[in-house]
């Protein structure tokens, strides 16, 4: 006979209804041109004129929130406010988004801290809006600026 306390199904009940978001961590977007996007080959660089890294929290197209280094032990981000701003994509150019992957967060609240231990900062996915990967990468430095060697292309 199976015995069901009230906090085991007051938890049960509360999985069903759990809301959680996904969320990619990028760095900000880079906009190429749509030929020099067919044109990408394994051995090229991106500049991503970037002196720090700086991340973002994504969904589609639209930056949710930015994200800066905490101090202390691990891998932990503190979030920052920041006002919802939907990325412009023109005919002539596309824009394309380094990608570290995707987290799943419940409630994105400021000043919210986050672990990021299981997202591999050396691996980057060059993706678009609808989160199609183009290309995947290193991050590597390039007269003092952070950059993507592309590695792989998928067309």
């Known amino acids: 006979m199976k015995v069901e306390t009230q906090a085991s199904r007051l938890e049960r009940m509360m999985r069903k209804h759990w809301n959680v978001e996904t969320y990619r961590v990028t760095l900000p977007p ?28 994504v969904q589609k197209d639209e930056t ?19 006002e919802e701003k939907k990325e412009i994509h023109t005919k002539k150019y596309e824009l394309l988004y380094p990608s570290f992957g995707s987290m799943e967060i419940p409630q994105l609240t400021e000043s919210m801290v986050l672990e990021l231990s299981k997202i591999d900062l050396y691996s980057v996915a060059l993706q678009k809006a609808d989160e ?15 950059a993507l060697e592309i590695k792989k292309v998928y067309r």
């Open 30 to 57: 880079v906009a190429l041109k749509r030929k020099d996007v067919k044109m990408l080959d394994p051995g090229d660089v991106l500049l991503l004129e970037l002196g720090h890294l700086e991340l973002l929290l």
């Open 64 to 82: 949710k929130a930015s994200l800066e280094l905490s101090e202390g032990e691990g891998k932990y981000v503190t979030l920052l406010p920041k």
């Open 132 to 146: 199609t990967t183009v290309a995947e990468g290193i991050l590597v430095e390039s007269e003092g600026m952070i």
